[in-house]
């Protein structure tokens, strides 16, 4: 991963890296997207620092992380090769968690209004959740089990 120049913290916050392709997929980082993103990180990081049972990442790490994956985009290229990497190296039970925070991102903005019936994610959205759904290798009854 030298050629993508991650700081060591930055394999912490892989995690991440779906929802930051679900909001970059329309070419925009909006408001209500990174508020989802950060209630995820926020989320990840006590997940973090429970297991660890210490301070595993810092707030500057993680603003770090931020500033060069949500502030600013980063190439589909990098986005696609980190995929690769978190669902190998996530555990499967943070899989659903991963996805749910995905769907929430690409509902909850939309680039224009009136948009039609099922045009609220639009189809650059939807291409990248079929990838990311097949990716986790996520089973229709795993999704949303507090709603079935």
Not at 17 to 26: K, N, R, S, T, V
Not at 121 to 129: A, H, Q
């Amino acid at each position: 991963m030298v050629e993508f120049n991650l700081r060591p913290a930055d394999f912490y916050f892989l995690d991440l890296i779906p929802l930051i392709e679900i909001i970059w997929a329309d070419g925009d980082n909006q408001p209500g997207e990174l508020r989802i993103l950060y209630n995820f990180l926020i989320e990840h990081i006590a997940f973090l620092d429970r297991i660890a049972g210490i301070q595993v990442v810092s707030p500057k790490d993680a603003d770090a992380f931020l500033d060069r994956f949500a502030h600013n985009r980063p190439s589909p290229r990098l986005l696609t090769e980190l995929r690769s990497i978190v669902f190998k190296a996530v555990p499967a039970h943070r899989h659903s968690s991963i996805f749910e925070y995905c769907l929430d991102i690409a509902a909850a903005c939309t680039t224009r209004y009136p948009f039609g019936l099922r045009d609220r994610i639009i189809d650059e959205e939807k291409k990248l959740l079929t990838k990311i759904f097949a990716e986790l290798n996520i089973k229709p009854d795993t999704i949303l089990p507090d709603q079935v």
